[in-house]
């Protein structure tokens, strides 16, 4: 399971007098996602990958963040850490995978620090998931067909079971890209149950055994890249 990276920290401010587009010094691209409220989780029709652990729940985000545009690339990784721990290689717009959940805060720290203040960090799974369905209630952020995932999203049937240079699919309505499939993406929250009531900026669970990761892969069917499908891992584990 991979990631995209957050940038936070906008209490106080107000979304109109925010830029709507970032750019960080090494190229990462980041677009304002607003406060909102939405349903989250599976409805009835539409189960998710645990079980009952996923209540339908109204959430609401009462402050807007800024959402990395795509997953972390393979060269961004590398310009931070030094090395790349990825298994598929070839191409540095490949999204970096083979990362724990562990290394991704080290990658946080080293990105805080070369800028100097405590600017980034991973989304909870609640702002995953209305960034990643930006506006839509169905299964997908596009709708509920399976047959147009395809358009966005590489996975099981059109990937060649391997990571594909980010951003070639179309976005979703945030302009967001790569939200279903091409690789796992880590969520901040350890797992755990959802509530059964409305909830307001929902930080998860503070500790727990398995860390949250999101939007399907390259090698899964489509079902598993549905907008509310989550798993869960060790925050060691690490796989491509």
């Given at each position: 399971?991979?990631?995209?990276n957050?940038?936070?920290?906008?209490?106080?401010?107000?979304?109109?007098?925010?830029?709507?587009?970032?750019?960080?010094?090494?190229g990462?691209?980041?677009?304002?996602?607003?406060?909102?409220?939405?349903?989250?989780?599976?409805?009835?029709?539409?189960?998710?990958?645990?079980?009952?652990?996923?209540?339908?729940?109204?959430?609401?985000?009462?402050?807007?963040?800024?959402?990395q545009?795509?997953?972390?690339?393979?060269?961004?990784?590398?310009?931070?850490?030094?090395?790349?721990?990825?298994?598929?290689?070839?191409?540095?717009?490949?999204?970096?995978?083979?990362?724990?959940?562990?290394?991704?805060?080290?990658?946080?720290?080293?990105l805080?620090?070369?800028?100097?203040?405590?600017?980034?960090?991973?989304?909870?799974?609640?702002?995953?998931?209305?960034?990643?369905?930006?506006?839509?209630?169905?299964?997908?952020?596009f709708?509920?067909?399976?047959?147009?995932?395809?358009?966005?999203?590489?996975?099981?049937?059109?990937?060649?079971?391997?990571?594909?240079?980010?951003?070639?699919?179309?976005?979703?309505?945030?302009?967001?890209?790569?939200?279903?499939?091409?690789?796992?993406?880590?969520?901040?929250?350890?797992?755990?149950?959802?509530?059964?009531?409305?909830?307001?900026?929902?930080?998860?669970?503070?500790?727990?055994?398995?860390?949250?990761?999101?939007?399907?892969?390259?090698?899964?069917?489509?079902?598993?890249?549905?907008?509310?499908?989550?798993?869960?891992?060790?925050?060691?584990?690490?796989?491509?």
């Amino acid at each position: 399971a991979k990631y995209r990276n957050q940038r936070a920290d906008l209490s106080g401010s107000r979304a109109e007098k925010l830029p709507t587009r970032l750019t960080h010094s090494l190229g990462m691209k980041f677009v304002l996602i607003p406060a909102g409220t939405f349903m989250m989780g599976p409805d009835e029709e539409d189960e998710g990958w645990i079980g009952d652990s996923e209540t339908l729940h109204q959430v609401t985000i009462t402050k807007p963040f800024y959402l990395q545009t795509m997953p972390v690339t393979q060269k961004q990784w590398e310009s931070v850490m030094g090395k790349n721990p990825s298994h598929f290689k070839g191409h540095g717009s490949l999204p970096v995978e083979n990362v724990s959940w562990s290394a991704v805060q080290r990658f946080i720290l080293a990105l805080n620090e070369i800028e100097g203040a405590k600017r980034y960090r991973l989304p909870t799974e609640a702002e995953w998931e209305y960034a990643c369905r930006a506006g839509s209630s169905a299964e997908f952020c596009f709708g509920d067909d399976p047959s147009v995932l395809g358009e966005y999203a590489w996975y099981e049937e059109n990937s060649d079971r391997r990571t594909h240079p980010v951003g070639r699919k179309k976005p979703n309505a945030w302009r967001l890209y790569d939200m279903h499939g091409n690789v796992w993406e880590w969520v901040k929250d350890f797992y755990a149950d959802y509530p059964g009531g409305s909830v307001t900026d929902p930080v998860g669970r503070s500790r727990g055994f398995g860390h949250v990761f999101r939007g399907g892969s390259c090698y899964v069917p489509s079902e598993y890249c549905r907008s509310a499908v989550r798993g869960y891992n060790d925050p060691g584990n690490r796989s491509h």
